[in-house]
């Protein structure tokens, strides 16, 4: 299928209907982010997941879009109940992969100093990598509960407090999870990945507050300039990973017999009907994986604060660690949407995308429902990382979503050609940023050059109404698996 965009303005892309799209594709994007997508094969996938039975509206992309398994990464789409379908590659093998921002009372320049300390220290508390294991051994009974209660579990067994679930979208906790509908095999390798921050694109980042863009939003956020943050980004670990691969699998399966009568021009799209009994399983499991998140960055929240204590040699008060918000991305989830004027119940996937919620709206907490969602938006651990508020424009175009980070440019394999006989190390501590990681690989895998610039993505998000700029963010120490 040859697709030819047509610019509808300075941010708006529409996927012509045309073959088997039931609906057209909308790409969220700038003039200058666009044209990174040419050799790119993330449109056509746009294009493809409009094939899908019961979507509605249109095939929609974020302006970090680019290649992933059957959908694209930026990827949104919404599903009629009836009609529609859930799909694993929708979700993403990451369920919940999502990112959780800390403020504190601590200023930039009380601890530049010791900053090489503090992420040494870091380094060594919090288990990262491939494959990591943590403090936490879970029983199958135990691994039950946290399937079951997600960040609440977390609570309850001393890693943080319940104002912390407040400030957690869905308070941390999706509901309709069974730990039936997860595989043997996954539950074998969630049993000691609790507590652990993963690899790749995956961090723990103490930053600054290096530039306030709404003061009255900021406010609100508590944030200010100068101030210090904890930035952490991981999600369900291989117990996520396992649930997705399980059902790629089944679901595969059934579609090849004709137990799922589905016509897919991607096989990376495998789905089932969302009232099918394999596509509730899913959808079961998947909440299990989406808990099992929340209940990690939690912990890893709690040890990061534990770890700056000691370090620091400061009281709790006087660093002040409150956790502003924690957001999902790679999930699916059923949520009222206005679509031609009629409120509808949809299934939203939001695949390397995070919700975006404007002012009064009634899945936000009252402590942010004047001023809108705190949007989180993760740079590469080279440049910047943002806070948004989401907008009114995003219910009326894309669902109630906005992007989830920079998106990459290169492959980790174009990458680490790229930065052949380079120190990434020492690039980074050239600009002040202290690094640790478990190998040189993983700073090649994910140097700068590695994503699309993540200023841009984000002044497409506000140029086209989907969230407001509220804060940026600047690396100060970085660790990553």
């Known amino acids: 299928m040859t697709i030819k965009l047509e610019r509808l303005d300075d941010y ?21 982010l666009i044209g990174l997508l040419r050799d790119d094969q993330s449109i056509t ?15 929609l992309a974020m302006p970090d879009i680019h290649w992933g398994y059957g959908f694209p990464i930026g990827g949104v789409a919404a599903f009629d109940l009836d009609e529609g379908i859930i799909s694993p590659g929708g979700v993403g093998y990451d369920i919940n992969c999502g990112c959780r921002l800390m403020t504190t009372r601590l200023l930039a320049d009380e601890i530049r100093p010791i900053m090489r300390n503090l992420v040494t220290a870091l380094f060594k508390a919090i288990p990262c990598g491939v494959g990591s294991t943590g403090q936490i051994h879970l029983s199958r009974s135990e691994q039950a509960k946290v399937a079951v209660q997600g960040a609440a579990w977390a609570v ?17 906790t999706m509901e309709g999870a069974d730990p039936s509908a997860v595989s043997d095999r ?19 980042e103490i930053q600054v507050v290096d530039k306030i863009y709404d003061p009255e939003k900021a406010r609100a956020f508590d944030l200010r300039e100068g101030q210090v943050t904890v930035f952490i980004h ?29 016509d897919l021009p991607d096989r990376q799209l495998a789905c089932a009907g969302l009232k099918s009994d394999l596509g509730c399983r899913y959808i079961a499991a998947m909440a299990c994986a989406a808990n099992y998140a929340w209940a990690n960055r939690q912990i890893l929240m709690h040890w990061a604060e534990e770890t700056m204590l000691e370090t620091l040699s400061i009281s709790p008060n006087d660093l002040g660690m409150k956790l502003l918000y924690d957001v999902c991305h790679n999930i699916a989830k059923k949520e009222p949407h206005i679509v031609e004027g009629k409120e509808l119940m949809l299934c939203v996937h939001r695949k390397g995308a995070t919700r975006s919620l404007p002012p009064g709206h009634i899945l936000l907490p009252e402590i942010y429902r004047a001023v809108g969602q705190p949007v989180l ?44 006989d380079r120190s990434i190390a020492r690039e980074l501590e050239d600009k002040g940023i202290f ?20 200023s841009q993505v984000v002044e497409a998000v506000h140029g086209s109404g989907l969230a407001i700029k509220v804060a940026r963010l600047r690396p100060m120490g970085v660790i990553k698996g």
């Open 12 to 32: 708006r892309w529409l996927v012509p209907k045309q073959g088997l799209m039931r609906v057209p594709g909308m790409v969220f994007s700038s003039l200058n």
């Open 45 to 59: 996938q746009v294009a493809n997941v409009a094939t899908l039975p019961g979507i509605v509206g249109h095939s």
């Open 156 to 172: 309850k067994n001393g890693f943080g407090d319940a104002e912390d679930l407040v400030r957690t979208e869905d308070h941390g």
């Open 186 to 204: 996954a539950i074998k390798r969630g049993e000691d990945q609790l507590g652990t921050l993963g690899s790749g694109n995956h961090f723990l």
């Open 234 to 262: 991981t999600g369900s670990r291989g117990y996520g990973y396992q649930i997705c691969d399980d059902y790629l699998k089944e679901i595969s399966r059934a579609i090849s017999s004709g137990k799922q009568p589905f």
């Open 377 to 420: 938006i993760p740079g590469d651990m080279g440049t910047y990382s943002y806070v948004l508020a989401g907008a009114q424009g995003a219910m009326t175009q894309s669902f109630g979503s906005s992007c989830h980070g920079a998106g990459r440019v290169l492959s980790r394999t174009q990458a680490t050609k790229r930065a052949k």
């Open 435 to 454: 690094v640790q990681a478990r190998g040189k690989r993983t700073l090649k895998e994910e140097m700068s050059e590695a994503y699309k610039d993540v």
